[in-house]
């Protein structure tokens, strides 16, 4: 039976959806006024695999992972730009779905924006205040009030009195309790703003969350992701409001992805080792990345480095190596490896262990290949498929070995002219000619493999 451990209660358990075949899942999108760093790539990898998984094993997943388009990174980034804040959140959209796609991500089954749900923010403010649980301000601010929900920290595990001591108070001082968080913001000249019953303003960031997950999907729902900064106080505000007022629970289940580091360190542009997923698709071919960020657990840290990169390729080209030169027929998976497998997902989404799945599998698969054994079609389909449910080994192994993600990398025409040469050197018996173009192309990132079959090739 599926088990996933739970960051409120701290513990896995088995997994229970509230409709039978049906799981609700929510997870926290992106604030696009940027490009997409190698955080998010962890993000998006971590629940496109459990939302493959859930599907693969009969679930019927509504998936809604929401567009924060309202903020005030955004809005400072527009005013930096000299331009609209839509046509920077337009932008930055697209260049997500754009790294999304290279991923191998899968869209969400809907996206909501918090600038197209502006009317359920606003009546759920007015809910909150209506229950005196959230107040209004002279200026328009709406607060809501962390004294009247008694379980708040539930999820942080951060007790109320600690929290308050090392509360930073505005100097507004217009907030009755320093810990009280800001669900409307009366506008600000110069910036976007919507009508509302305290006047022209817009969304706090935590109200956006409440507002289009239960829009989307319920007042109670399944399961709710994101990374691991927003457990607090993003994910501990969204409950506070949510169940304030809804009188319900709002989540069954929450997740969390762990951290990526870099070289050990935290990752930020002060440091200097920040890396945007385009950044690192300029080196390395995106399945490698995949492969790499799944190649952990998703709650542990990733330490991101050049020597875990270089790994993951190495990895990923084994398995694909069990496939080159192999035509992968449709038919029945081996069903020991199958249950393996599954087995290894239904412990919280044990991706490593799935993975080390395969790897035995290809072991099997070099042996069938030299001994020319009956199974082998049946142990290479198996390969794809359960591949295909990590959202890896989908292209063709030829492809994977020959493609670039570095544009100046030599191209596949003059590494087959040079093939050539090498060729003509070893049947003139010229092995000094045929070594040196080796060389050269080892230079240039090529590896040659001689076979019983001719002479292949693919890219460190």
């Given at each position: ?8 209660t701290?513990e ?9 075949g049906k ?10 006024y ?8 962890r993000?998006?990898v ?7 998984y ?9 998936y809604v992972?929401n567009?924060?388009?309202v ?7 527009a005013a ?5 804040f839509?046509?920077l959140?337009?932008r930055?959209i697209?260049a997500?779905?754009?790294?999304e796609?290279?991923l191998?991500?899968?869209a969400?089954?809907s996206?909501?924006?918090a600038?197209?749900?502006?009317h359920?923010i606003?009546?759920m ?8 649980v959230?107040?209004?301000?002279e200026n328009?601010?709406v607060y809501f009030?962390i ?7 539930q999820?942080s595990k951060?007790?109320l009195d600690e929290?308050l001591v ?9 907030k009755?309790?320093?810990m ?22 817009r ?8 507002a289009?997950?239960t829009?989307c999907l319920?007042?109670t729902f399944?399961?709710?992701?994101g990374g691991p900064?927003?457990?607090?106080p993003h994910?501990?505000n ?6 304030a007022?809804?009188?319900q629970?709002?989540?069954?289940c929450?997740?969390h992805?762990?951290?990526v ?7 930020s542009k002060s440091l ?6 385009r950044?690192v698709?300029?080196k390395y071919d ?8 799944i190649s952990?657990?998703?709650r542990s840290q990733?330490d991101y ?6 790994e993951?390729?190495a990895?990923?080209?084994r ?5 080159r030169?192999?035509v992968?027929?449709e038919?029945e998976v081996?069903e020991?490896?199958?249950?393996r ?13 799935a993975?080390s799945v395969?790897?035995?599998l290809?072991?099997d698969?070099n042996?069938?290949k030299t001994e020319?054994?009956?199974e082998?079609p049946?142990?290479l ?8 449910i990590?959202g890896?080994l989908q292209c063709?192994?030829e492809?994977?070995?020959?493609r ?6 030599i191209?596949?025409?003059?590494i ?7 060729k003509?050197?070893?049947i003139e018996?010229?092995w ?25 090739w693919r890219r460190?």
């Open positions: 039976m599926l088990e996933i451990y739970n960051s409120l701290q896995k358990a088995p997994f229970v959806p509230l409709e039978p799981i609700k899942m929510y997870v926290c999108g992106m604030t696009v940027d490009y997409c760093h190698i955080g998010h790539a993000v998006m971590t629940f496109d695999v459990i939302v493959r859930l599907r693969h094993i009969g679930y019927d997943v509504n992972r567009i924060t388009d903020d005030d990174k955004i809005f400072n980034r930096e730009n000299n331009e609209p839509d046509a959140t337009a930055f697209d997500m779905h754009e790294d796609r290279r191998g991500v899968i969400p089954t996206e909501p924006r600038t197209l749900c502006m359920q606003i009546d403010i007015e809910t909150l205040i209506a229950k005196d959230a107040y209004a301000v328009g601010d009030s004294e009247k929900f008694p379980e708040y920290g999820l951060k007790k929290l090392g509360a930073r108070v505005e100097a507004s001082q217009i009755r309790n320093p009280d968080f800001v669900l409307w913001k009366s506008a600000k000249a110069g910036e976007a703003s919507w009508p509302s019953p305290w006047g022209e303003g969304p706090g960031w935590h109200i956006e969350c409440s289009m997950s829009h319920g007042n399944d399961i709710h992701g900064d927003l457990k607090f994910h501990e969204e409950i506070a409001q949510s169940e007022a809804t009188g629970k709002f989540v069954n929450w997740m992805a762990g951290a580091r870099v070289n050990k360190e935290k990752m200097g080792n920040f890396f945007t997923i950044d698709m300029e995106p399945e490698v990345i995949r492969y790499f960020l952990s657990h998703y990733v480095s050049e020597d875990s990169l270089q993951a390729v990895a990923l080209g398995l694909y190596n069990a496939m030169g192999e992968i027929a038919c081996v020991s490896y199958q249950q497998f599954q087995q290894a997902m239904n412990d919280d989404f044990n991706t490593p262990l993975l395969l790897f035995e290809v072991k698969i042996k069938a020319g054994a009956a082998l049946q142990l389909a198996t390969l794809k498929r359960l591949g295909g990590l890896i063709s192994a492809d994977f070995f020959t670039s993600a570095d544009e100046s990398a191209s596949e025409a003059e087959l002219a040079l093939i050539e040469r090498r003509q050197a070893r018996k010229n000094a000619e045929s070594d040196r173009v080796r060389d050269e192309l080892k230079d240039k990132g090529v590896i040659l493999d001689d076979g019983r079959e001719g002479t292949t460190l």
